[in-house]
T-cell receptor, first 111, second 114 residues
Framework: GQNIDQPTEMTATEGAIVQINCTYQ??????LFWYQQHAGEAPTFLSY????GLEEKGRFSSFLSRSKGYSYLLLKELQMKDSASYLC????????????FGKGTSLLVTP | KAGVTQTPRYLIKTRGQQVTLSCSPI?????VSWYQQTPGQGLQFLFE???????NKGNFPGRFSGRQFSNSRSEMNVSTLELGDSALYLC?????????????FGSGTRLTVV
């Protein structure tokens, strides 16, 4: 099985930077994904990490440390539209190609 | 390129009934995964199909079942519905390899059991 932990809620100010952490335990790590989900909508893919290090994609960056079972999603220059739930998901190669999700972090961006 | 299509979008059923949900993946994608999303538990994995075979299964009772057809479309069935089955059911499609390609989700079917 897997344990995937992330904070339940976070609040940040428009224009600021926020870091959302995710820790996991898995036996056959095969990649970590971050998704964004607005209320009432489907999750949308943000980033993928399989090797240690930082992946940057515009205002969003994701970091992975496999030895620590740790990842974070960094959001820069926050905008009001970034208010959403952010989901960390781990793919375990020992149990096929399905993703196992954390419960998500609800981010509120305030003016 | 059409996205992942789930039907119906909304469904209301009575306890004890059964329900079938449908998912059409992105053209060319051979893997379809199903998830149940509830406010308390988040996204929980149900099962994954690849080339008409169930490749992986989550920790749900046998009342939850699924299948995949030769055109990669998938259905999931829930029998003897319980109030606790009320949830958003999401499917996600993927080409099928363990790649960096993100899994693309459909808009989901909102099931309410009364």
């Amino acid at each position: 099985g897997q344990n995937i932990d992330q904070p339940t809620e976070m609040t940040a100010t428009e224009g600021a930077i926020v870091q959302i952490n995710c820790t996991y335990q898995t036996s056959g790590f095969n990649g970590l994904f971050w998704y964004q989900q607005h209320a009432g909508e489907a999750p949308t893919f943000l980033s993928y990490n399989v090797l240690d290090g930082l992946e940057e994609k515009g205002r969003f960056s994701s970091f992975l440390s496999r030895s620590k079972g740790y990842s974070y999603l960094l959001l820069k220059e926050l905008q009001m539209k970034d208010s959403a739930s952010y989901l960390c998901a781990v793919r375990d190669g020992d149990s096929g190609y399905a993703l196992n999700f954390g419960k998500g972090t609800s981010l509120l961006v305030t003016p | 390129k059409a996205g992942v299509t789930q039907t119906p979008r909304y469904l209301i059923k009575t306890r004890g009934q059964q329900v079938t949900l449908s998912c059409s993946p992105i053209s060319g994608h051979r893997s379809v995964s199903w998830y149940q999303q509830t406010p308390g538990q988040g996204l929980q994995f149900l099962f994954e199909y690849f080339s008409e075979t169930q490749r992986n299964k989550g920790n749900f009772p046998g009342r939850f079942s699924g299948r995949q057809f030769s055109n990669s479309r998938s259905e999931m069935n829930v029998s003897t519905l319980e109030l606790g089955d009320s949830a958003l059911y999401l499917c996600a499609s993927n080409p099928g390899q363990a790649s960096s390609y993100g899994y693309t989700f459909g808009s989901g079917t909102r099931l309410t059991v009364v």
